[in-house]
């Protein structure tokens, strides 16, 4: 399973961003697929995930009003749409696929390269 994440850059706070992650290779095990990200001196969290099946979401409280997850399983991809963007959103985003929901980090087995979001006016 391979996965491949981009659509990070540069926006104001206020801004909106899109990022997408593309799995390819056996999909079976990435019920799950998750966005992670990882301010810099931070430790890895859990942004949003999505069911793969049935579209189940989840978010973390930071971003829930502002992120929406979505899929699109004719394209394998999932989507993060970053709206109201604020400077402490800034972080490499990572998505991650796994075969059950959780917001464990430690728990993922694949892992896309990151992409940088930088929110800055």
């Known amino acids: 399973v391979q996965l491949q994440a981009s659509g990070g850059g540069l926006a104001r706070p206020g801004g909106s961003l899109t990022l997408s992650c593309t799995v390819t290779?056996?999909?079976?095990?990435?019920?799950?697929r998750t966005w992670f990200r990882q301010a810099p001196g931070k430790e890895r969290e859990f942004v949003a995930v999505?069911?793969?099946?049935?579209?189940?979401?989840y978010y973390a409280d930071s971003v829930k009003g502002r992120f929406t997850i979505s899929k699109d399983n004719a394209k394998n991809t999932v989507y993060l749409q970053m709206n109201s963007l604020e400077p402490e959103d800034t972080a490499v985003y990572y998505c991650?696929?796994?075969?059950?929901?959780?917001?464990?980090?430690?728990?993922?087995?694949?892992w896309g390269q990151g992409t940088l979001v930088t929110v800055s006016s």
């Open positions: 999505i069911a793969s099946t049935d579209g189940r979401t």
């Open positions: 290779g056996d999909t079976r095990t990435t019920y799950a």
């Open positions: 991650a696929a796994n075969n059950y929901i959780t917001d464990d980090p430690t728990r993922f087995n694949f």
